[in-house]
């Protein structure tokens, strides 16, 4: 398990600042809520953490090891995207494994964990077909499950419900929780909806732009225990 | 008659009219080269050929060079498709994923090559090949043929990565994969059906160039260059058979190499 801080990050792209001087601690198995408009940055900050992107200046902690400049790959991160980005031309079951495929997990072992994901996820009928047999709802659940059976102490979510419909929307948060509570990784979550944000986190933190029309700077103007 | 019924009425008569403009005069050429010589000129033209007879075809493929040009026909494409690719795919990946500084002035560069037609090209290019000693050499006519194929080949694929979403890319660097990892795992195999388009058009591009390979082979012909030089002077209906001949081998292969344009995965 691990905690995350955010020490002073900063992120230019071109000459437009994105952060500006973020510092930010996510203690370990905590479900963090990053909460704004859309443009403000969120997923900019996950992106960061997940090494996705560079950043200009500051550190990157994730537990003990200083993070800034390894490859995601090294970063002990999974997440889930907006898109889902789940792969197209691998089965749900390809797609699970896929993780544990990378890191040269024995075979027996792999089989073992994607049922497990699958399981959890209920996508075990699923198994064998490809994402475009999928509803979104599923396609959804399938990045869930190929995120969770990297067993990374840190889950990285951005606005992976806001391509499901409402009622879908609510189901999936549902599950989301219940998952969270089973598996406690530390978990940064990134999302534009106040209500996703208010039932989800265990501290859901807002964050607003300032007053220029450039997403400048930013500043936290609550923070509330739930 | 509703809206459907004319939409679908009208993209199969498209289709229908398309394949027949395409295939008519293939179906000609073909029936003239299996027509025996004494009825080539027999007017009207029966639809269905009344009499066969490979005699004229026979007599082109046994004759003297045609084979040893086929073959290094078929090597010089191969030679233009890997050469092409291998230079192409990581340009056209550079176009469709980098920002970088020139980016514009590359893709209009990269066009601006093709207009220096190949006739002016070619006599220095002899010159060169010579001095290097290279002239009549497979692998220098599949090089002329990679530089006419490459601003295509950069194009086509600098579309089809764009086509590939990027984050499916990031989703396997976090899964495990270095950058590399990534392009090779997630969006080479994605691309593949527009890789293998892109492998078609060099294949015809190649297989049907003929002013480099007259001018920069003298004893390994290509099949372009072979007919051209043996057949301006041969009775009609060998040009028949050599034109069938010639079109063949292109068709068998946009045959092998249809499913991978057809078959994206998943049902659609």
Redesign the interface.
């Known amino acids: 398990m691990a905690s995350i801080t955010i020490d002073g990050v900063n992120k230019i792209f071109g000459k437009t600042p994105a952060l500006k001087d973020i510092s930010l601690e996510i203690r370990d198995g905590e479900f963090m809520v990053l909460l704004g408009p859309s443009g403000c940055g969120k997923t900019t900050l996950l992106r960061c953490v997940a090494g996705l992107e560079q950043v200009n200046a500051g550190h990157v902690k994730i537990g003990e090891r200083d993070v800034t400049d390894l490859a995601p790959r090294d970063r002990n991160i999974a997440m889930v995207f907006q898109s889902y980005a789940v792969f197209p031309h691998m089965t749900v079951g390809g797609n699970i494994g896929f993780g544990l495929r990378m890191k040269r997990r024995p075979k027996d072992e792999i089989a073992k964990r994607v049922q497990e994901g699958a399981e959890l996820l209920g996508l075990v009928p699923f198994l064998d077909r490809y994402p475009a047999q999928l509803s979104g709802g599923q396609r959804q659940r399938v990045a869930v499950a190929r995120a969770l059976v990297m067993d990374a102490p840190v889950l990285l979510m951005d606005e992976p419900l806001s391509n499901l419909d409402a009622l879908l929307r609510l189901q999936a948060r549902a599950d989301l929780k219940r998952l969270h509570k089973e598996v406690k990784r530390t978990t940064i979550y990134v999302t534009h909806d106040q209500v996703e944000a208010m039932s989800m986190g265990s501290w859901a933190r807002r964050w607003r732009s300032t007053t220029t029309p450039q997403r400048s700077s930013w500043a936290a103007s609550s923070a509330r225990r739930r | 008659m509703n809206a459907r019924v004319l939409d679908r009425s009208l993209l199969y008569g498209a289709a229908i009219f398309l394949a027949i403009w395409v295939l008519v005069p293939f179906y000609l050429i073909a029936i003239s080269a299996f027509t025996p010589q004494a009825k080539i000129f027999d007017y009207p033209k029966p639809l269905v050929p009344t009499s066969l007879s490979t005699d004229t075809m026979q007599f082109f493929v046994e004759a003297r060079g045609v084979i040893p040009s086929v073959l290094n026909s078929l090597l010089v494409a191969v030679f233009t498709i890997i050469f092409g690719l291998t230079l192409g795919t990581p340009a056209g990946y550079a176009l469709a994923r980098f920002r970088f500084r020139g980016r514009e002035a590359f893709q209009v560069i990269v066009l601006a090559t093709k207009m220096f037609p190949i006739a002016i090209l070619s006599i220095p290019l002899a010159v060169t090949f010579l001095q290097l000693g290279l002239y009549d050499n497979l692998v220098s006519v599949a090089l002329v043929h990679t530089a006419m194929a490459l601003p295509f080949i950069v194009l086509v694929t600098g579309g089809v990565f764009v086509a590939v ?1 990027h ?2 890319e ?10 590399w ?1 990534a392009f090779l795992r ?1 969006a080479l ?2 691309a593949l059906p527009g890789l293998a388009a892109a492998a078609i058009f060099t294949f015809v591009i190649s297989w049907n160039e003929v002013f480099a390979a007259t001018i920069l082979t003298l004893r390994t012909r290509t099949l372009p260059a072979q007919v051209l030089a043996s057949l301006a002077t041969s009775p009609l209906a060998y040009k028949f058979a050599g034109g069938l001949f010639m079109v063949l081998p292109a068709i068998v292969f946009i045959f092998l190499i249809r499913k991978y344009l057809m078959n994206l ?4």
């Open positions: 979403s984050e499916l990031e989703a396997a660097q976090t899964l495990g994969c270095s950058r990892g997630v195999p994605l995965w998943g049902s659609r």
